[in-house]
């Protein structure tokens, strides 16, 4: 047992898609952790918040003193460093939060049935009825600007999708022989759920946390590209974006002399995305029964 | 079959109201201050006692549910609201809106359909070699790419190097000509009225437009038919049915082809109807980087002015294109697969 | 029964192997040899694991993924299938070899109709026109015993039962009217009284066109039943061949007695029912020597070598250092 599991996870972190994926993420970590030493923020100021660098307001090349360039008066590499913090923080409050309230409402829907299943899942198919991007925005808005607010935005409208798949998940081990025979030796609800079947549904919401992860990644940076999301000049890709987001739709034909804008901020921000992606890929590979030969 | 449907379609109004209710409750933290803003067109009419007497006006002290009542009986008689972002009623705003998103969801959505089902079923055939691992790598770095990222590069590389697929909706010569009298509007789509009406020109702009936008939400979209089309066909091809086929004596091609691709392209189609419902709410990135017309980049803005009443009718609009596109797709998934009953 | 020439598939020395995920080659199929008789039914007989199904399926080299083919020869009627081009492969497989599965359900594709699916082979392997193989596939449902056969071949697998499914299994694999049926546990997925009725009907199919069969199978009922001539696989290898009688009468092996002693007889006496201790051994893991010798009664030293295989009798081969019921039995060292 044990030693099946260890092969596993050597398997795990053999596979291409899992070395290149841990390895990623393993360097967005450290650069996370290394953020006051990578790019030192001024004395006694918050280093979220993006300090001024230039006066001008035009947005200035890379070079040797800023090597991602400047745009909105700051520093891109600076916002780059001290917005992976940001990037990890959204991530996984949000999936952390939005899987365990999905757990509960799908655990609690799957496993008493009935009435309680129904009302639950005609509550999650509503909120799944909703456009997930524009309720984000409107939240959002409402909530006004701050990343907190963004936060609580996307765990609003995204527990809906590992609700829908603990629920399928009980439902199928509901059907199987051992919970009967719990049942009959009189263990209460909640010792069943969380001894038979939390445990089997484990993997499945671990593989679809790791790839929500990535898209909620995406869409705090949406929002914040939108000019909805975090507070100005705080320190997080999507803000980056903005400040892109003029001078490329307005320029016409001038896009591309301010690529750096797009660049730096786009790269991090795919790479991050990527990496949560290819761990996702790998432990599907791995754990997902149905796709082994 | 029949009863299935009827069923389904009872929970349309369920799910609608459940939509308003959510936006309603959202809206209704905001103070009768800020909401009063919606109803005001010029700056003069906010002095002095003039705010006071508008909340009046409109009832927005009252209780919640009087308030939600008000706008629900407007909306039984057909009144969705006035839109002030697009500056007339919410209906005829989306209206107008909504065929050019249809078109550009359209377009999008056969490109992703036919690039993912290939690739992936070449990636399944070659499962485990050179091919499967580059097809893989690349389609999961396009679903990682944020679409306005990927939107940015897709301008500075088409527009601002090539000069091909420039921004926006139409040209200003097509648009007056697409604004003149002459030119009748079929289908509302750009592309197809301007081929009925003979304007070639017309064609090229606007097709040159969708362009940039389209390949934005293929190389950002077809990922996820890749992986579905992928593991379905691996998962086909280990079936007993199939090592049946090779023993009658079928070339490779028609086991490939016949037997295993009908099997595997069941839940294919069913991912690609989702997907086609996913773009017409999934445009909104777009809509705004390219600075096109379309119910996304109206909705984007609605809901950062906080615009209630085309907030909500968009997102009752999307409802009711969500809850009627799933239940399309699950009755042609029972056409498809011979075995599903719908009961 | 007598010459030579009349063997019309002969298989010598197959090796198959397996590459699980660690990449290890792993052989499941070790030095297998046999022939079959024009006519005759030959059972290969064993536990599940022992490579039979791996066997039956290296004939027409229709092993899939990470299954290989590393040594023998497989002579259809001279020609060695192993080395054919596999376009003439393909020529053979339904036209003159066909096959019959374990579970019908799965084995029939749920997504074509009873009738596509069977015309289909004819389609390929005969000069017939699609109005022609459907008449003759109405026909073939006819003969194999499904009610309103017309009808039928409009239907979809999913609304035949069991029984009904493996009779159409067995309409398609005779479509072709092939020489060789290789039946892989045809009925073990049925009803009791539904396999007695499915072996009748492949015995009768089998007078009528005049074919030989290669029933796989762990069931030594069905083998009783069925077989002229059984060969007994355990871990990869044939490790007894014989006629009918000389296997149920004179049984050599061990391992062919413990299975012999595990069906429940009637005439038994209390007590001496009995089973095979241990399980089949992994295939990555084979004892060292005589393959049984950890699960078997009459272990000595001696067994740790490879054993030999000894002609006893007519066709009667064992492969075992001290093979029951014999001369050899007196001299053993204990």
Redesign the interface.
């Known amino acids: 047992m044990t030693s099946e599991r260890r092969q596993l996870i050597r398997?795990l972190f053999l596979s291409t898609s899992g070395f290149l994926g841990f390895s990623l993420l393993a360097f967005f970590c450290i650069v996370a952790l290394c953020a006051p030493w990578l790019a030192p923020p001024p004395a006694g100021r918050d280093p979220y918040l993006m300090p001024v660098v230039e006066w001008s307001p035009n947005p200035q090349p890379p070079s040797s003193e800023y090597i991602f360039g400047v745009a909105g008066k700051r520093n891109i590499y600076y916002g780059v460093i001290w917005g992976t913090r940001s990037a990890f923080r959204v991530g996984i409050t949000v999936t952390v939060i939005s899987t365990m309230f999905g757990l509960l409402v799908g655990a609690v829907g799957g496993y008493f049935g009935k009435i309680v299943d129904e009302v639950l899942m005609r509550i999650t198919d509503i909120f799944l009825a909703i456009p997930f991007l524009v309720a984000a925005v409107v939240m959002a808005t409402i909530l006004g600007p701050g990343l907190d607010n963004v936060i609580r935005a996307l765990i609003f409208f995204s527990w809906m999708f590992p609700a829908r798949l603990i629920r399928g998940n009980i439902l199928q081990i509901k059907e199987e022989q051992y919970i009967t025979a719990a049942r009959s030796v009189g263990v209460n609800h909640v010792g069943i759920i969380v001894r038979h079947v939390l445990p089997n549904s484990i993997f499945p919401v671990l593989i679809q946390a790791s790839m929500r992860m990535g898209s909620l990644v995406i869409t705090a940076a949406a929002l914040s590209f939108l000019g909805i999301g975090a507070r100005e000049n705080y320190a997080d890709w999507g803000g980056l974006l903005n400040y892109a987001r003029n001078w490329m739709l307005g320029g016409g034909g001038e896009v591309l002399r301010y690529w750096y804008m797009v660049v730096f901020p786009g790269a991090a921000m795919v790479l991050f995305v990527l990496a949560w992606n290819l761990v996702g890929d790998a432990l599907r590979d791995v754990f997902d029964p149905r796709l082994k030969? | 079959m029949f009863f299935y449907i009827a069923r389904r379609l009872l929970f349309l109004p369920l799910t609608l109201f459940g939509i308003s209710l959510i936006i309603f409750f959202m809206f209704m933290r905001l103070s009768p201050e800020q909401r009063v803003a919606l109803y005001i067109t010029s700056p003069e009419r906010l002095r002095g006692d003039n705010v006071e007497r508008l909340i009046d006006l409109h009832g927005l002290r009252d209780p919640w549910h009087i308030q939600y009542g008000r706008w629900m009986g407007n909306v039984v008689r057909g009144n969705l609201g006035w839109s002030n972002v697009g500056k007339e009623p919410v209906y005829s705003a989306i209206m107008r809106r909504f065929p050019y998103t249809l078109e550009l969801a359209l377009y999008s959505a056969l490109p992703i359909i036919w690039l993912g089902t290939w690739l992936g079923t070449l990636s399944a055939l070659y499962h485990n070699r050179p091919l499967d691992h580059t097809l893989r790598i690349s389609a999961v770095v396009g679903w990682s790419f944020p679409d306005f990222v990927f939107g940015f590069f897709v301008l500075m590389i088409f527009y601002s190097i090539l000069g091909w697929f420039p921004p926006g909706t139409l040209g200003a010569e097509a648009d007056a000509v697409v604004k003149s009298s002459q030119f009748r509007s079929f289908t509302g789509m750009v592309t197809i009225d301007s081929l009925l009406n003979g304007r070639l020109d017309v064609f090229i702009d606007t097709a040159r437009r969708l362009a940039g936008p389209v390949l934005t939400l293929t190389y950002v979209g077809f990922a996820y038919i890749l992986r579905i089309a992928r593991s379905s066909m691996l998962e086909v091809?280990?079936?007993?049915?199939?090592?049946?086929?090779?023993?009658?004596?079928?070339?490779e091609k028609v086991v490939i082809n016949?037997?295993a691709r009908?099997?595997a392209m069941?839940p294919v189609a069913t991912v690609s109807g989702q997907t086609i419902i996913a773009l017409l709410g999934g445009t909104v990135i777009v809509e705004t980087i390219f600075n096109r017309v379309g119910i996304g980049s109206f909705m984007a803005t609605a809901a950062q002015q906080l615009d209630f009443a085309s907030v909500i009718g968009g997102s009752l609009f999307f409802g009711v294109i969500l809850v009627l596109g799933n239940l399309l797709v699950d009755v042609s998934y029972a056409l498809?697969?011979?075995?599903v009953r719908l009961d | 029964m007598s010459v030579m020439d009349n063997y019309i598939l002969q298989v010598h020395g197959l090796q198959v192997t397996f590459t699980d995920?660690e990449r290890n080659e792993i052989h499941v199929v070790d030095g297998v040899s046999f022939s079959i008789k024009q006519g005759e039914t030959l059972a290969l007989v064993g536990e599940s694991g022992c490579g039979k199904s791996v066997t039956s399926?290296a004939l027409?080299r229709?092993l899939?993924?990470?299954g290989r083919i590393r040594g023998g020869n497989v002579l259809w009627q001279g020609r060695d299938i192993l080395s054919l081009p596999l376009r003439e492969v393909?020529?053979?497989?339904?036209?003159e070899i066909?096959?019959v599965?374990q579970?019908p359900s799965?084995?029939?594709?749920?997504?074509?109709t009873i009738g596509d699916q069977i015309t289909?082979?004819m389609l390929?392997?005969q000069k017939v026109s699609p109005a022609q193989a459907k008449k003759q596939a109405e026909e073939m449902l006819r003969l194999v015993g499904i009610p309103e056969p017309r009808k039928r071949l409009e239907e979809?697998p999913?609304a035949l039962s069991g029984g009904m499914k493996q009779r159409a299994?067995i309409a398609?694999a005779l479509s072709c009217r092939p020489r060789l049926l290789i039946a892989d546990e045809p009925t073990t997925s049925l009803d009791v009284t539904i396999q007695a009725q499915i072996l009748e009907l492949i015995k009768e199919l089998q007078k009528r066109f005049h074919m030989a069969i290669l029933l796989i199978t762990h069931d030594l009922g069905i083998v009783a039943n069925m077989a002229d001539r059984i060969l007994i696989m355990y871990a990869g290898k044939v490790v007894e061949e014989g006629n009918k009688q000389d296997i149920f009468r004179r049984a050599a092996h061990p391992y062919t007695r413990g299975l012999l002693n595990s069906i429940p007889r009637m005439d038994q006496a209390k007590g001496t029912f009995a089973s095979i201790p241990g399980t089949v051994p992994d295939p990555a893991h084979f004892p060292e020597g005589c393959r049984f010798h950890n699960r078997c009664g009459e272990f000595t030293e001696t067994c740790l070598s490879e054993p030999g295989k000894i002609h006893l009798e007519n066709e009667h081969f064992v492969l075992c250092h001290y093979p029951l019921g014999q001369k050899t039995l007196g001299c053993r060292a204990k």
């Open positions: 398997r030969v | 091809l280990g079936r007993e049915y199939i090592r049946t086929a090779r023993s009658k004596g079928l070339e016949k037997h009908r099997n069941i498809i697969d011979p075995r | 995920i399926l027409l229709l899939d993924g990470n393909r020529s053979l497989r339904g036209r066909a096959m599965f579970e799965s084995a029939l594709n749920p997504v074509y289909e082979s390929r392997h979809y999913h299994m398609m």
